[in-house]
């Protein structure tokens, strides 16, 4: 038995290497500008070079004492979270009516929804920047968290249909025929099982909020401006290794946020897009 | 009691229950036994209260509730996979009733434990429902239905999921719950067996209409149409005409052509077409043949099977015409085999018009 197992495995070794060559290519592609980037920020002279001359936070320091960064860093926090926040409640709402509802324009509605994924950021933009300016809003906070919600919607929707599609209908059918109201029934049951939809959901909106660039660039004004936008017109002016740091700030808040949500939820539950059961 | 007048539900162009009539006791285990497609998870929906009738009336208790909905038709359900709650321990899901109806801790920890100890399932309170095998978990779903006190149980499929031996546990085992509770219960199945052996009364539907309601016995032994005759799998079922009737007595011709049969038939039945049944445990095996007295017949044993407890004996009687006989007597069987002859008698009233 043993000796057909080797056997076994013998012949996958060539291909197996060659795996594994193909693996680690594309993992040095993906990583080293990352690593690149961090090593950089650590550079003491202000030209963006590697290897670094010496080992330095002249640049994080440059980072915290430029107001318009530490601007565009909470006002990314706060719009990130807000945004999140609005497209969660749409997303459930919208997830739960297009789930269940046969009504007619469902399918433009989940269309319309999803376009952001298809149309070019500056149409958006504009078309915000327009609506914005017949309603009074431009560059007021509103317009941006609704801008962003709007964004990242459709990978909140994704998630909150997926969940939804893995209740089991007879779960609804159980709690309502023991006595819950409908209520009751999305609150002790749809609720608890469309966690992992949330979890999921919440984590894609974050991201994808903290990176929005395009369509902040036409809503935001100076004092709503979000990060990608404040980094932008710095290296309009100026190209040094601040940006390296900027870069690795949002590194490490990335890690921290899905090791926040791992901690929340799990991030294996989140990918499998399964409930417990 | 469960009363139905007149329930409709039709799905786009199909008609699912067409004017269903049905009134269940009482205290009485009540099958809805049915093929796929026939109306009869459609009308434990009705009852649940899952679809909206298109027609007619549901009464529980002399109380119209076609328009409750599901939640406050005090009733509870046995769904088929069991429908239990993933995020919610055994305890919280049997407890998931009392919960909605607002009973405080003490009293749904006391009634929980309860129905947990009539399932025997003392101590899995701490478990996940997918810790659980399949006829434990069916056991949790039981539980949680019959914690609430419903006025009607209803049952979907409740064995359908588990494998052979497990089955027949729980199916002891549900008869038992339900005479001692006393419960009224209905349950859909397409299992034949199962529903003659768990239930007082079976109705079969097909395509949307009840076409019987009898006993266990009586379904088996007195099936009003070849639909329900093929649907419990009987054999000897034929067509042919009824040509003749003499006082209670009927005369047909199969349509296969061959001899006449004599049958005993009480109600009034014109002549024309029919179906008959012949029941296969009670033709007998005769010595003798007597030629040309009615129902005595001869023919070639085709093949012999046992089937535990009984032999199935496969017979051609002359007229080509296929018989199958049930043979419980091992030592009547004993000197017969295959390509031999037999001589049958059959008695009139064993010969069902239907």
């Known amino acids: ?277 | 009691m469960v009363h139905l007048l007149g329930l409709t539900k039709q799905f786009g162009t199909v008609m699912a229950l067409d004017h269903v009539d049905l009134k269940v006791e009482r205290g009485e285990f009540f099958a809805l036994l049915g093929p796929s497609g026939s109306g009869k998870t459609t009308l434990l929906g009705l009852i649940a209260g899952f679809h909206e009738a298109d027609g007619g009336k549901v009464m529980i208790e002399g109380a119209d509730v076609t328009t409750i909905p599901s939640h406050k038709r005090k009733i509870a359900m046995v769904f088929q996979n069991y429908a239990l709650f993933p995020h919610l321990k055994v305890f919280e899901n049997v407890g998931f009733g009392l919960k909605m109806r607002g009973m405080d801790r003490e009293e749904i920890r006391e009634r929980v434990m309860k129905a947990l100890s009539l399932v025997r399932l003392e101590g899995f309170e701490d478990r996940w429902p997918k810790q659980l095998s399949g006829g434990q978990q069916q056991r949790v779903a039981l539980a949680r239905a019959l914690v609430v006190e419903p006025k009607v149980l209803l049952l979907d499929e409740p064995l359908a999921a588990l494998d052979r031996g497990l089955r027949d546990e729980m199916r002891a085992e549900l008869k038992e719950i339900q005479r001692s509770l006393g419960i009224t219960t209905i349950f859909v199945t397409h299992d034949q067996s199962e529903a003659v052996s768990l239930s007082d009364r079976v109705a079969i539907l097909d395509r949307g209409k009840i076409v019987q309601v009898d006993s266990p016995q009586g379904i088996y032994g007195r099936p009003k149409s070849s639909f329900v005759a093929r649907f419990l799998g009987l054999h000897n079922v034929f067509s042919g005409r009824i040509i003749r009737r003499e006082e209670n007595f009927a005369w047909i011709e199969p349509d296969s052509g061959g001899h006449q049969w004599v049958s005993l038939l009480l109600t009034d039945r014109a002549l024309g077409d029919c179906s008959f049944y012949v029941r296969p445990e009670r033709i007998r095996i005769a010595k003798q043949l007597r030629e040309g007295e009615p129902n005595h017949l001869s023919g070639v044993i085709k093949e012999i099977t046992y089937q535990g407890v009984y032999h199935e004996i496969r017979v051609e009687v002359q007229s080509g015409i296929p018989l199958m006989i049930y043979e419980i007597d091992e030592s009547r069987v004993a000197s017969l085999q295959a390509g031999s002859k037999l001589n049958l008698y059959i008695d009139p009233k064993d010969i069902m018009i239907i």
């Open chain 1, 1 to 277: 038995m043993i000796s057909e197992a080797k056997r076994y495995e013998g012949k996958f070794v060539g291909g197996r290497f060659v795996g594994w060559l193909v693996v680690s290519a594309i993992l040095v592609f993906l990583t080293v500008p990352t690593i690149l980037v961090v090593f950089s920020s650590f550079n003491p002279t202000s030209v963006l070079d590697f290897p670094p001359k010496g080992i330095s936070l002249r640049w994080y320091l440059n980072l915290a004492e430029r107001p318009d960064f530490r601007l565009g860093f909470v006002n990314t926090a706060l719009i990130g979270v807000l945004s999140t926040f609005l497209a969660l409640l749409t997303g459930i709402g919208l997830g739960l009516s297009i789930h269940r509802g046969s009504f007619p324009g469902r399918q433009v509605i989940y269309a319309g929804i999803m376009s952001p994924l298809v149309l070019p950021g500056v149409i958006i933009g504009v078309g915000l920047l327009m609506v914005a300016s017949k309603t009074g809003g431009v560059g007021r906070f509103p317009i941006v968290i609704v801008a962003h919600a709007l964004m990242v919607l459709p990978f909140v929707l994704r998630s909150i249909l997926i969940s939804l599609e893995n209740i089991d209908p007879n779960l609804e059918k159980a709690a309502a025929i023991l006595g819950a109201n409908a209520t009751k029934r999305f609150f002790h049951v749809t609720l608890p099982l469309l966690r992992p939809g949330i979890g999921a959901g919440i984590l894609f909106a974050l991201i994808m909020s903290i990176n929005e660039f395009t369509v902040s660039l036409f809503v935001t004004a100076r004092a709503t401006q979000t990060m990608p936008v404040v980094l932008f017109n710095y290296t309009m002016a100026y190209i040094d290794p601040t940006i390296a740091a900027v870069s690795t700030v949002y590194i490490i808040t990335t890690i921290v946020t899905i090791w926040l949500l791992d901690r929340a939820v799990g991030i294996a539950t989140i990918l499998k897009l399964e409930g417990q059961g």
